[in-house]
């Protein structure tokens, strides 16, 4: 089992930024470890897309192009835990926000959380 929780998602003027965090627990985590951590988001009226990704050992990580430049995530391996730093958001980055994992390598993306809801307005 994996569970994730996302926090951190409000509502901000354009060209402002927020802080996103994802903690993850369960068993699974606990007896296989991460292997990545992910962060996709669903635009209003449109389906979930994929925002950004970090592999848990090295911490290689890899974004979508659209949030190139602009977005940063990061670990916290000690407690589990991703975050998202977003910066220089725009309106076209307003979405609800969700976090997810791969437990290995061959896994599909899964534990998908409630997701944090971002507006950005004009």
């Known amino acids: 089992q994996v569970q994730l929780a996302e926090s951190g998602g409000g509502l901000v003027q354009a060209g402002e930024s927020l802080r996103l965090s994802c903690a993850a627990s369960g068993r699974t985590i606990s007896i296989y470890g991460i292997y990545a951590m992910g962060w996709f988001r669903q635009p209003p009226g449109k389906e979930r897309e994929f925002v950004a990704g970090l592999m848990w050992a090295g911490s290689n990580t890899w974004s979508a192009d659209s949030v190139q430049g602009r977005f940063t995530i990061s670990r916290d391996s000690n407690r589990n835990m991703a975050h998202l730093q977003l910066s220089s958001l725009t309106p076209e980055d307003t979405a609800v926000y969700y976090c997810?994992?791969?437990?290995?390598?061959?896994?599909?993306?899964?534990?998908w959380g409630q997701g944090t809801q971002v507006t950005v307005s004009s």
């Open positions: 997810a994992t791969k437990i290995t390598k061959a896994s599909s993306w899964s534990g």
